[in-house]
């Protein structure tokens, strides 16, 4: 006869079965769906490849400088030229650098005229030493 513990047992068993199969069966159609995933990520990636050459052979200047030349006569346009797209006065100026409070030079290390003041967490400050023992 079966006792009461037995049919506990018996349910758990059952029970941890039925998860461990959902676990499987939920980590494979992950795995499948991943799959699926990358293949459509390398798809993206092929045609991106395609298209930037594309985009090349088609703004190739020696390829617009014969089209303009070979309808010419249909469209009012000229040759591209470095000045159509702009001049170096167009450039802005770049922006000044910030310049730091100490700014050190090689010279000046060399020379040991720049101290470093700086306290770190095991370093006490040499200066504060210094003045603390007179």
């Known amino acids: 006869m079966l006792r009461p513990v037995d049919l506990v047992m018996i349910g758990l068993l059952l ?13 494979e159609a992950a795995i499948d769906r991943v799959s699926e995933l990358e293949q459509a990520i390398k ?18 200047p020696k390829r617009i400088t014969r089209l303009v030349e070979q309808y010419s006569d249909q469209l009012p346009i000229s040759a591209p030229s470095p000045e ?26 060399i020379e040991g005229q720049i101290v470093d003041t700086a306290v770190t967490g095991s370093v006490e400050d040499a200066a504060r030493d210094e003045g603390a023992a007179q």
């Open 43 to 60: 798809a993206e990636e092929d045609a991106i490849d395609v298209l930037q050459a594309d985009w090349s052979l088609l703004t190739d």
């Open 15 to 27: 029970g941890g079965a039925a998860f461990t199969f959902k676990v499987k069966q939920d980590s």
């Open 84 to 109: 159509s797209i702009g001049t170096v006065a167009d450039i802005p100026p770049r922006p000044a650098v910030p310049q730091s409070p100490r700014t050190t030079t090689i010279a000046d290390l």
